[in-house]
């Protein structure tokens, strides 16, 4: 397979008017002879890290052919589509044009061509792999500055409270999560879980500082827990039983004060009294804030001296105790003793013997005092009297 060439070689002088002569040159180009240039190796394969500074030579390809007299020129073919490799087309120097980033692409393979100069037709290819290294120069970031979040206080230990995360743009960066705490923990994978049990009544708020590592560089977010309070415990009363002396018809009087705590902080712990039966709420009032005891409008010694009320304690949660208000009504003299008979006209014969009865009396007071009769006026000549059985008699006096 053969090729001619054929052209003038011409030489001239350098007079005013040039002088010159040609000589007619044809050139034969046996193809036979020629073959491709062959590379050192098929593929080749190198790793740089992506901060190296740009122009900087990352490999050196070689062809080389059996005719030392005949050039060999070097390109990139494909796989450099961005720009990012420079080949030097005499040497087979590939330098770096633009700054590598491992986040964004971490292989680059490129066909590499070798030619020989003027003959194109002669040519072999070479792939180049190129590996980026990732170098920790991303530090990591939370996704959030702040999580807020809520734990009963009666949560088991491990139980997960709340997720952080925390990326890096680094590509084989390895994420740890830190705090600082005896009550909560982080798990590898950033969940924050009990690590104590919480006491609602010792500490309703945990401000905790998570940190998260790529191994040189840090990041910390703020993590609020609240806890939440659960209905642990019931009133108890101070006292087993109240006693309160009570006047009848004293109405709106302070009697005292029932009192009773519960351990729960918080809503759960607010105490609310009441009466048991509602309708003894005629009898006394109970003060569903304070336990303060009062006097109702229906307190009379001689209906009943006496009363027993089942008086509850109930928490904010709904857990209740009871105990009993007993309450002793006091008697006041406010009933007038009634005589019985009211009025009487008796007939004595002026010869009745003494100490006959004319008329026996009865004096009852509602108030269950004690009751004494006595005449008061008419009697002036003494002719009456009332004996131990408070029955009228005639004396001897009246017939004298």
Request: aromatic share 10%; with cysteine; hydrophobic share 40%.
């Amino acid at each position: 397979d053969r090729a001619v060439y054929n052209f003038n070689v011409v030489c001239s002088d350098a007079g005013l008017v040039p002088l010159s002569s040609s000589a007619l040159v044809t050139v034969v180009v046996d193809f036979e002879v020629l073959e491709a240039p062959v590379f050192d190796m098929s593929e080749y394969f190198v790793s740089v890290e992506e901060d190296i500074p740009l122009q900087t030579s990352i490999v050196k390809l070689n062809a080389s052919t059996d005719d030392p007299s005949i050039d060999i020129i070097y390109e990139i073919e494909s796989g450099n589509e961005n720009g990012q490799f420079h080949i030097i087309p005499a040497t087979g120097v590939i330098l770096l044009l633009k700054n590598l980033d491992a986040s964004v692409q971490q292989t680059y393979i490129l066909s590499v061509k070798a030619t020989l100069f003027g003959f194109s037709r002669f040519f072999s290819l070479a792939t180049v792999t190129i590996t980026v290294q990732d170098i920790n120069d991303e530090a990591p970031e939370f996704l959030l500055p702040f999580y807020p979040a809520t734990v009963s206080e009666n949560a088991q230990l491990v139980t997960p409270v709340v997720q952080v995360e925390c990326n890096d743009d680094d590509v084989n960066s390895e994420i740890s999560y830190a705090l600082s705490s005896t009550v909560f923990n982080v798990t590898a994978d950033g969940v924050i879980i009990v690590a104590s049990l919480t006491d609602y009544e010792k500490q309703t708020i945990y401000d905790l500082t998570v940190t998260c590592s790529d191994g040189e560089n840090t990041a910390q977010t703020t993590v609020r827990i609240e806890v939440l309070p659960v209905n642990e415990f019931t009133p108890v009363f101070d006292q087993t039983g109240y006693h309160f002396f009570a006047t009848e018809h004293s109405f709106g009087t302070l009697l005292g004060t029932i009192h009773a705590t519960d351990l729960d902080a918080g809503s759960d712990g607010e105490i609310t009294y009441f009466l048991q039966n509602p309708g003894n709420s005629s009898v006394v009032f109970v003060d569903p804030t304070v336990g303060d005891i009062l006097v109702g409008n229906n307190l009379d010694y001689e209906e009943q001296s006496f009363w027993s009320l089942p008086v509850v304690a109930v928490d904010g949660g709904g857990k209740q105790s009871f105990v009993f208000l007993n309450i002793s009504v006091n008697n006041t003299n406010d009933v007038k003793p009634q005589l019985s008979p009211q009025a009487v006209v008796k007939v004595v014969p002026s010869d009745t013997a003494d100490g006959y009865p004319i008329e026996t009396y009865v004096c009852t007071d509602g108030d269950g005092s004690e009751t004494n009769i006595t005449i008061i006026q008419g009697n002036n000549m003494g002719y009456f009297d009332l004996n131990e059985y408070n029955q009228l008699t005639w004396t001897t006096v009246a017939g004298g």
